[in-house]
């Protein structure tokens, strides 16, 4: 069964521990997916296969380390900045594109994508970020494929008093606007998965 991942976020979280200045690990999973860093933690996550890089769409990234961005740009990774996002045109085409080649795809929504008045809890924040309706209509756009199979949400900070409020607020409005859309398709047909 062909996975292809979608992953919807302000960084590319594509480093690898020799990539990284941080050495923090969310800023490795999609590299750990590709199987370019973390076995054990793949492992861990019971990930029998890795996702090959020409299965992994990565939208709205503003904010890579420039060695993350020339191991991506060196992989088949698709990946649309935060302009093309934006239009969703491209990235309508994108997520259709890979619908085609995969069975079944996995959504991940890091909420850091969003301007950073929309989440100001958020622990990671990068400025000129989208707006809650571009990423429901992003998201929207993955669910009419009828092949999302999983989606995950992360940078939730709910702390803060108000600054986290506001944060939950905009989380809720996405997944409310966004699980609409996923409910509205047809329901996948996984048996042997």
């Not at 029998?48 to 503003?62: E, N, S």
């Not at 929207?140 to 709910?158: Q, W």
């Not at 008093?161 to 809720?172: D, E």
Request: glycine letters at 8%.
């Amino acid at each position: 069964m062909k996975i292809g991942v979608i992953w919807i976020d302000a960084h590319g979280d594509f480093n690898t521990p020799q990539t990284s200045f941080s050495g923090i690990l969310a800023g490795m999973p999609v590299a750990v997916l590709a199987g370019l860093a973390g076995p054990r933690w793949r492992d861990a996550a019971g990930q029998m296969a890795v996702i090959p890089t020409d299965r992994i769409l990565i939208a709205g990234g503003r904010d890579l380390d420039n060695q993350e961005e020339s191991l991506l740009r060196a992989t088949a990774a698709t990946v649309l900045d935060g302009d093309k996002a934006r239009r969703l045109v491209p990235f309508a085409e994108a997520v259709n594109e890979l619908a085609s080649r995969c069975d079944l795809l996995y959504l991940h929504l890091d909420l850091d994508v969003l301007d950073p008045e929309l989440v100001p809890s958020a622990s990671t924040p990068a400025p000129l970020g989208l707006d809650i309706k571009t990423v429901s209509a992003m998201m929207s756009a993955a669910y009419d494929t009828g092949a999302v199979a999983a989606t995950s949400f992360s940078s939730l900070n709910p702390g803060g008093g108000n600054l986290g409020q506001r944060s939950i607020s905009t989380a809720l409005a996405i997944i409310e606007r966004a699980t609409a859309a996923w409910s509205a398709t047809p329901t996948l047909n996984v048996a042997g998965a």
